[in-house]
């Protein structure tokens, strides 16, 4: 029986090396057999063109932070991706006659969602590397831009080249090109990566970095929007071959067709004469109402969202909790140990990773897995750790008389649990799930990793949006506050109602 | 002849290495009351405890009405005790209900009893032992002596055939002793089968129709009360008696 135990805790650490790596490691050998996408001429003899005609819809993931190639702006108070590569993937999708969908993540999230099959291609100023090439298939470039500074006004006198960032802080988006430029380029210079550019901007602003590296159309938008900052040519070394789409490996057909449209977009100049200057007018246009206070829309969509996340989570969190207590504290060694396992692989892995393994990991299995659902389960399945263990603290709280009494008067074990033990501990525990349920709350935060459009993924977007760094976060802060306040005031006014019934 | 409603047949009970019950063999009578004594640590409580099966015996029968307690699946082991009321030393009235949910619960939930008629029920018996007035109250907000009354009549609730009491007064005040003696009296000539682990020589003298002397594990002696504490047989009992009746 105690072998059981091992052999168990040996299946679910093995589970996620079995899923997502297998995916990987089967692009990484084809890699070798498929040369350079950038050649257009090439047989396609694969299906990729003609799944995405099936399925009417091409996938298309951006990180839309990145003004002018992709961000968000608001049109009747809905959210509306624009930018130059927008119009790109839309004219893409029309040529080969299929509906576009945008899905918005975090840059160093797309490669793994193009992996997993999240998305069917990667239109989000990605640079061709040598090293991307392993994991993924580039099609032509149609955009090739120099990399700038984006800095502080005030520092335009001190900082003039690449050069005089030695010994100083320079950020860049992480897995961008730029970042790659940091390290190799500027060695005297303290590199710092996130995950948002537009976080980055606000870490300018607030003089954490003298200076962040972006794409040149970036830095330009940037600098014209905001007048505290000043943006110029880091005329450092251009390694990368210019900027394509990035499909999966061995997309051919699909390559060839995106190649299509490519050839078209460079001979008509459509990116520099036309949706360039269109996005730059959306830009300007939404400079006008570029107060935080007008976007509250997205807050209450954050809201609305974070609420569900909560809700849903805890009703399942408690049920899962309840019944894992009730294993760990059976007799029965096997789902004893079931229990142990669960409770302790949960408490002891971050959330952040359990977010990201359910959507990516579960969800290589499960194409169609939602985002908002996959952060559900993710929640759920942390919160029912957590709640077990409080319950079955709670159980173990309640004296052995209590239940022996019941036994006695004929009560079975189950109605001696649900009518004697449950209400009693309950009452004990509340103050405890409480808690639990306010950290909930909080944590939800976490599933716009996933691309949630919960309240933090929401702030993100005002954030970039108005280039507005601090109020948008000062905002959420408070909302978040009111919602757990507002939570605990409710749960300390039941703990008075169980109280007054004693 | 006397119908055998408890019969005992060479229990053990084993916990781990220690034998607290060596091999036990009696049996009680349909009305009679039984008074256990002896000094602590004799097993008194176990045996008690092993008579509706709280405690699993590992050796031995325990047969309720002809059917053997021992072995027997939860379900049946349920059907059987509502019929074995039992009263506890430290009470274990349920803190979260009122005193009047603590006696109808068990009626309600098992017996299928509508809840009306368990409440009628509820409050003859707690006219019976003189609380009625303390229906609506929670038991944290009554005394000791008035607990093991609201416990006795909890267990009376279930109409069981016979009553087990364990230690019913050791962890009264002395003032509050007697108000519980007096129900444990009435329970006892009404005619409720009782057995009774006590400590109260007095009532054992006056109430009960025999008296089983336990020490290390063994039944010593068994007699009725008048024989047994003017001339206790074995040495141990003899030894007993002289420390508890000074």
Same mark, same amino acid.
């Given at each position: 029986?105690?072998?059981?135990?091992?052999?168990?805790?040996?299946?679910?650490?093995?589970?996620?090396? %079995? !899923?997502?790596?297998?995916?990987?490691?089967?692009?990484?050998?084809?890699?070798?057999?498929?040369?350079?996408?950038?050649?257009?001429?090439?047989?396609?003899?694969?299906?990729?063109?003609?799944?995405?005609?099936?399925?009417?819809?091409?996938?298309?993931?951006?990180?839309?932070? +990145?003004?002018?190639?992709?961000?968000?702006?608001?049109?009747?108070?809905?959210?509306?991706?624009?930018?130059?590569?927008?119009?790109?993937?839309?004219?893409?999708?029309?040529?080969?006659?299929?509906?576009?969908?945008?899905?918005?993540?975090?840059?160093?999230?797309?490669?793994?969602?193009?992996?997993?099959?999240?998305?069917?291609?990667?239109?989000?100023?990605?640079?061709?590397?040598?090293?991307?090439?392993?994991?993924?298939?580039?099609?032509?470039?149609?955009?090739?831009g120099?990399?700038?500074?984006?800095?502080?006004?005030?520092?335009?006198d001190?900082?003039?080249?690449?050069?005089?960032?030695? *010994?100083?802080?320079v950020?860049?988006?992480?897995?961008?090109?730029?970042?790659?430029?940091?390290?190799?380029?500027? #060695?005297?210079?303290?590199?710092?990566?996130?995950?948002?550019?537009?976080?980055?901007?606000?870490?300018?602003?607030?003089?954490? +970095?003298?200076?962040?590296?972006?794409?040149?159309?970036?830095?330009?938008?940037?600098?014209?929007?905001?007048?505290?900052?000043?943006?110029?040519?880091?005329?450092? #070394?251009?390694?990368?071959?210019?900027?394509?789409?990035?499909?999966?490996?061995?997309?051919?057909?699909?390559?060839?067709?995106?190649?299509?449209? @490519?050839?078209?977009?460079?001979?008509?100049?459509?990116?520099?004469?036309? $949706?360039?200057?269109?996005?730059s007018?959306?830009?300007?246009?939404? =400079? =006008?109402?570029?107060?935080?206070?007008?976007? $509250?829309?997205?807050?209450?969509?954050?809201?609305?969202?974070?609420?569900?996340?909560?809700?849903?989570?805890?009703? !399942?969190?408690?049920?899962?909790?309840?019944?894992f207590?009730?294993?760990?504290?059976?007799?029965?060694?096997?789902?004893?140990?079931?229990?142990? !396992?669960? @409770?302790?692989?949960?408490? *002891?892995?971050?959330?952040?990773?359990? @977010?990201?393994?359910?959507?990516?990991?579960? *969800?290589?299995?499960?194409?169609?897995?939602?985002? %908002?659902?996959?952060?559900? @389960?993710?929640v759920?399945l942390?919160?029912?750790? +957590?709640?077990?263990?409080?319950?079955?603290?709670?159980?173990?709280?309640?004296?052995?008389?209590?239940?022996?009494?019941?036994?006695?008067?004929?009560?079975?074990?189950?109605?001696?649990?649900?009518?004697?033990?449950? #209400?009693q501990?309950? =009452?004990?525990? $509340? #103050?405890?799930?409480?808690?639990?349920?306010?950290?909930?709350?909080?944590?939800?935060?976490?599933?716009?990793?996933?691309?949630?459009?919960?309240?933090?993924?929401?702030?993100?977007?005002?954030?970039?949006?108005?280039?507005?760094?601090?109020?948008?976060?000062?905002?959420?802060?408070?909302?978040?506050?009111?919602?757990?306040?507002?939570?605990?005031?409710?749960? %300390?006014?039941?703990? *008075?109602?169980?109280?007054?019934?004693? | 002849?006397? /119908?055998?409603?408890?019969?005992?047949?060479?229990?053990?009970?084993?916990?781990?290495?220690?034998?607290v019950?060596?091999?036990?063999?009696e049996?009680?009578?349909?009305?009679?009351?039984?008074?256990?004594?002896?000094?602590?640590?004799?097993?008194?409580?176990?045996?008690?405890?092993?008579?509706?099966?709280?405690?699993?015996?590992?050796?031995?029968?325990?047969?309720?009405?002809?059917?053997?307690l021992?072995?027997?699946?939860?379900?049946?082991?349920?059907?059987?005790?509502?019929?074995?009321?039992?009263?506890?030393?430290?009470?274990?009235?349920?803190?979260?209900?009122?005193?009047?949910?603590?006696?109808?619960?068990?009626?309600?939930?098992?017996?299928?009893?509508?809840?009306? &008629?368990?409440?009628?029920t509820?409050?003859?018996?707690?006219?019976?032992?003189?609380?009625?007035?303390?229906? &609506?109250?929670?038991?944290?907000?009554?005394?000791?002596? &008035?607990? &093991?009354?609201?416990?006795?009549?909890?267990?009376?609730?279930?109409?069981?055939?016979?009553?087990?009491?364990?230690?019913?007064?050791?962890?009264?005040?002395?003032?509050?002793?007697?108000?519980?003696?007096?129900?444990?009296?009435?329970?006892?000539?009404?005619?409720? /089968?009782?057995?009774?682990?006590?400590?109260?020589?007095?009532?054992?003298?006056?109430?009960?129709?025999?008296?089983?002397?336990?020490?290390?594990?063994?039944?010593?002696e068994?007699?009725?009360?008048?024989?047994?504490?003017?001339?206790?047989?074995?040495?141990?009992?003899?030894d007993?008696l002289?420390?508890?009746?000074?």
């Open positions: 029986m105690k072998g059981f135990k091992h052999l168990l805790m040996l299946i679910i650490i093995a589970f996620p090396m %079995l !899923c997502t790596p297998i995916t990987a490691l089967a692009a990484n050998e084809s890699s070798s057999t498929s040369s350079s996408a950038t050649n257009s001429s090439q047989v396609a003899s694969d299906d990729s063109l003609q799944k995405i005609k099936q399925k009417g819809t091409l996938v298309v993931g951006m990180s839309a932070d +990145y003004p002018p190639y992709e961000f968000t702006t608001k049109e009747n108070g809905k959210t509306k991706y624009v930018g130059f590569e927008v119009s790109l993937a839309k004219q893409f999708a029309k040529d080969i006659g299929v509906r576009l969908v945008i899905k918005n993540m975090d840059f160093d999230s797309l490669l793994v969602a193009l992996e997993t099959g999240k998305i069917d291609a990667i239109i989000s100023g990605m640079n061709v590397t040598n090293e991307r090439k392993k994991s993924v298939d580039f099609s032509n470039t149609y955009y090739s120099d990399s700038y500074f984006l800095i502080n006004k005030g520092d335009k001190k900082l003039v080249s690449a050069k005089s960032f030695n *010994g100083k802080t950020g860049a988006q992480n897995g961008t090109l730029q970042s790659t430029l940091i390290s190799k380029e500027m #060695p005297k210079a303290t590199g710092k990566g996130l995950a948002k550019l537009s976080s980055l901007v606000i870490g300018l602003q607030s003089h954490k +970095y003298d200076g962040v590296l972006m794409d040149a159309a970036t830095a330009k938008a940037y600098a014209a929007n905001n007048s505290n900052l000043y943006a110029f040519n880091s005329k450092l #070394p251009n390694t990368a071959g210019g900027i394509a789409m990035a499909f999966p490996k061995g997309d051919t057909s699909l390559v060839n067709a995106a190649n299509q449209t @490519i050839k078209k977009v460079n001979k008509e100049q459509l990116i520099n004469k036309e $949706w360039i200057p269109q996005a007018q959306y830009m300007k246009s939404y =400079k =006008k109402q570029n107060t935080v206070l007008s976007y $509250w829309r997205y807050f209450a969509k954050g809201i609305k969202y974070t609420l569900i996340i909560t809700v849903v989570s805890v009703i !399942c969190g408690f049920l899962l909790g309840t019944l207590a009730l294993m760990r504290l059976s007799k029965n060694k096997f789902l004893h140990s079931i229990a142990v !396992c669960y @409770i302790e692989f949960l408490r *002891g892995t971050p959330m952040m990773v359990q @977010i990201m393994f359910v959507y990516f990991g579960i *969800g290589a299995i499960i194409q169609s897995l939602p985002a %908002l659902l996959a952060g559900i @389960i993710a759920s942390n919160s029912g750790a +957590y709640v077990a263990e409080i319950i079955r603290s709670g159980i173990q709280s309640i004296p052995l008389g209590q239940t022996e009494a019941a036994r006695s008067l004929g009560m079975s074990k189950n109605e001696t649990f649900r009518y004697v033990i449950m #209400p501990a309950l =009452k004990n525990i $509340w #103050p405890a799930l409480g808690n639990e349920l306010i950290t909930l709350l909080k944590d939800s935060s976490l599933v716009s990793v996933i691309g949630v459009s919960e309240l933090m993924y929401q702030t993100q977007l005002v954030q970039s949006a108005t280039y507005k760094g601090v109020l948008p976060l000062f905002i959420t802060m408070i909302i978040y506050f009111i919602l757990t306040f507002t939570l605990s005031r409710v749960l %300390l006014y039941f703990e *008075g109602r169980m109280k007054h019934a004693h | 002849m006397p /119908t055998k409603m408890i019969e005992i047949k060479n229990l053990q009970k084993k916990f781990k290495n220690n034998i019950l060596k091999d036990i063999s049996h009680v009578d349909k009305g009679q009351v039984i008074c256990v004594i002896g000094p602590s640590g004799a097993g008194k409580s176990t045996f008690l405890r092993c008579l509706n099966a709280l405690e699993q015996p590992t050796g031995g029968q325990v047969l309720f009405e002809g059917q053997n021992i072995g027997l699946n939860d379900k049946k082991l349920d059907q059987l005790r509502e019929k074995m009321g039992m009263v506890f030393q430290g009470f274990n009235l349920f803190p979260n209900m009122t005193v009047l949910k603590n006696i109808t619960i068990a009626p309600v939930k098992v017996k299928n009893i509508d809840e009306e &008629q368990a409440s009628k509820a409050m003859n018996l707690l006219t019976k032992v003189g609380l009625a007035d303390k229906a &609506q109250q929670y038991p944290d907000q009554l005394s000791g002596g &008035q607990k &093991q009354r609201v416990a006795i009549a909890r267990a009376l609730a279930m109409s069981p055939e016979v009553m087990l009491f364990d230690e019913p007064t050791s962890a009264l005040d002395p003032e509050m002793v007697d108000e519980v003696l007096k129900v444990m009296r009435d329970l006892a000539e009404s005619g409720m /089968t009782m057995v009774v682990v006590t400590h109260e020589m007095g009532f054992a003298r006056e109430v009960a129709d025999q008296i089983w002397f336990m020490a290390d594990g063994y039944i010593q068994t007699g009725e009360p008048e024989e047994f504490f003017s001339h206790p047989s074995s040495p141990r009992a003899q007993f002289k420390k508890v009746l000074k």
